[in-house]
Nanobody, 126 residues
Framework: QVQPVESGGGLAQAGGSLKLSCVAS????????LGWFRQAPGKEREFVAA????????SYADSVKGRFTISRDDTKNTVYLQMNDLKVADTADYYC???????????????????WGQGTQVTVSS
């Protein structure tokens, strides 16, 4: 089973930027759609962004559209999440995910995830 590993979390001020990275070994990662989810304290895990395997089409949660960008580099088995104009509401643990499928323009459900990373914490201060 693929075990993704995230990095890049930390503390940022509102309006600032962070870039998360997620790397995994093996071919499965580069052959799969990939995504990012987040979970704030006391809340359920929610979809943030996803990217397809074939043409790098992307989908985003409404709350991050225009501020976050997901991308992938299959030569490095890595998926990224560039987060700009951060808000206090973006504070959460962020999880990389290997997806079972990708549907353009749709929010991914947690049930659509086949493998999770261990998470990286993002804290945005006002």
């Amino acid at each position: 089973q693929v075990q993704p590993v995230e990095s890049g979390g930390g503390l940022a001020q509102a309006g600032g930027s962070l870039k998360l990275s997620c790397v995994a070994s093996g071919d499965t990662f580069s052959r799969s759609p990939l995504g990012w989810f987040r979970q704030a304290p006391g809340k359920e895990r929610e979809f943030v962004a996803a990217i397809s395997r074939y043409d790098s089409s992307t989908s985003y949660a409404d709350s991050v559209k225009g501020r976050f960008t997901i991308s992938r580099d299959d030569t490095k088995n890595t998926v990224y999440l560039q987060m700009n104009d951060l808000k206090v509401a973006d504070t959460a643990d962020y999880y990389c995910a290997v997806l079972r499928y990708f549907i353009y323009g749709q929010v991914m459900a947690v049930s659509g995830v086949s493998s999770w990373g261990q998470g990286t914490q993002v804290t945005v201060s006002s």
